[in-house]
């Protein structure tokens, strides 16, 4: 993992601080802190988005994360099996890596879709898995002008125009 968005980490504390990563829990909310390394991820990985620069197609669009699941669930080591699994012969480790796999994948996602709810990001590009292509997602962690501002900057730089399709 290249980091790149540092002044995108700080806008993800700054979204935390103000509550938008607590779940409603019955009359209470608490911190997500899956929600929270799911979008410090993003954001990390995400280029910082410079608002005195002019975007134009094929630009690196800022504040986009399009690694997809399995760069994510790799840096959090979410498929390593446990030292017992490691070393019992009797495990099938493909099959343990895949089950693993996807649970991580299923995990990512419903953490995505929350944050999807949240207003915290934005899918710009859907997935498509017959070409191999991971989802592009527009994380929304500034004001809304500012987000305004950066999802024109992404759209010009990926050529989706103002109402997306590509």
Known sequence: MQ??????????????????LNRKRGDNSSFDPMAMSVLQY???TALDYD?????RPDDTPPRCYWAGWPAMMDDFGMVMPTEE???????????LFASRGQTSINRLSRTATWLEEQGLIKKIIPANTRRGRAAYWLLMIGDDF?????????????????????
């Open 146 to 166: 500012e987000n305004e501002r950066v999802e024109q900057a992404a759209r010009t730089a990926l050529g989706l125009g103002v109402f997306g399709g590509r």
């Open 85 to 95: 699994q490691a070393l019992d012969d009797d495990i099938d480790k493909e099959e």
């Open 42 to 44: 993003m954001a990390a």
């Open 3 to 20: 980091i790149m968005g540092t002044q995108n980490i700080k806008a993800v504390y700054r979204c935390s601080r103000a509550g938008r």
């Open 51 to 55: 608002p005195d620069r002019t975007y």
